[in-house]
């Protein structure tokens, strides 16, 4: 008798895992890291993100 059961996760109910997580990690990046060494975006992307970046207390001066 084992108590060991294993259980398979249907592939379909870890897609929008597969597909969030990265790109959540990508919005923290863009958000909180990224000056536009990344993205190429010169200040602009620092520019719309700024006031984010201060609201959630990340360091930029
Ligand atoms: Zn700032």
Redesign the pocket.
């Known amino acids: 008798m084992s108590t060991l059961s294993a259980r398979h996760i249907p592939l379909s109910h870890l897609v929008p895992w597969l597909l969030a997580v990265p790109a959540l990690l990508l919005l923290g990046y863009l958000v909180l890291m990224d000056n536009g060494a990344v993205s190429q975006t010169g200040g602009y992307l620092h520019e719309l993100m700024?006031d984010g970046?201060?609201l959630l207390g990340v360091p930029?001066?």
Do not use: E, K, L, V
């Open positions: 700024h970046r201060h930029c001066h």
